[in-house]
T-cell receptor, first 115, second 113 residues
Framework: DTEVTQTPKHLVMGMTNKKSLKCEQH?????MYWYKQKAKKPPELMFV???????INESVPSRFSPECPNSSLLNLHLHALQPEDSALYLC??????????????FGPGTRLTVL | DQQVKQNSPSLSVQEGRISILNCDYT??????FLWYKKYPAEGPTFLIS?????DKNEDGRFTVFLNKSAKHLSLHIVPSQPGDSAVYFC????????????FGQGTELSVKP
């Protein structure tokens, strides 16, 4: 299994809603990532989990809250988002530990629209 | 400050010819470089990578060249096929920094039959 899956594919939410994005991989990878991608822009790193511990937080606002329940799962909890948070949210995983990265395998993304 | 730059937003090539996608970087600490391909409504797919200790890496139709003195890398696709039409992102990292990739803006490649 060389896939990273993400659910839901599309999400529309209001500014007062609470929702979660989910990501799963069964490749035995120990690093997992959340990226945000706006239209016509490159992916921007948000968070990195290494061995289920948060290792990088790229100064992301607290309305985004990541969670790594186990080595295969990664969640992104959303609360009180703004319309400018509308974007494609990508999850990725890699074998890498703190010393290396290797290539990152990306999921198809969740297209988020905040009204 | 954009540390990884792809100055050509688009490139059009005839099927069977060579496609050359370029990428420049400013951070001399980068020591690992990757190319990703992205179709609409899909996540990026890893294509090929190169470590800074090499100047060339080849995988089938794809070859990446690295010129450290010029802080420049390029991806060559030979021969180009219509299925190669996609957005190509160059990415760079410093090994040991926990997997942080810095992406370029992307180049949209169109391969015409």
């Amino acid at each position: 299994d060389t896939e990273v899956t993400q659910t839901p594919k599309h999400l529309v939410m209001g500014m007062t809603n609470k929702k979660s994005l989910k990501c799963e991989q069964h490749m035995g990878h120990r690093a997992m990532y959340w990226y945000k991608q706006k239209a016509k822009k490159p992916p921007e790193l948000m968070f990195v989990y290494s061995y289920e511990k948060l290792s990088i937080n790229e100064s992301v606002p607290s309305r985004f809250s990541p969670e790594c329940p186990n080595s295969s799962l990664l969640n992104l909890h959303l609360h009180a988002l703004q319309p400018e948070d509308s974007a494609l949210y990508l999850c990725a995983s890699s074998q890498g530990d703190r010393a290396s990265i290797g290539e990152q395998f990306f999921g198809p993304g969740t297209r988020l629209t905040v009204l | 400050d954009q540390q990884v730059k792809q100055n050509s937003p688009s490139l059009s090539v005839q099927e069977g010819r060579i496609s050359i996608l370029n990428c420049d970087y400013t951070n001399s600490m980068f020591d690992y470089f990757l190319w990703y391909k992205k179709y609409p409504a899909e996540g990026p797919t890893f294509l090929i990578s190169i470590s800074s200790i090499k100047d060339k890496n080849e995988d089938g139709r794809f070859t990446v060249f690295l010129n450290k003195s010029a802080k420049h890398l390029s991806l060559h696709i030979v021969p180009s096929q219509p299925g190669d039409s996609a957005v190509y992102f160059c990415a760079a990292s410093v090994l040991g920094t926990g997997g942080k990739l810095i992406f370029g803006q992307g180049t949209e490649l169109s391969v015409k039959p």
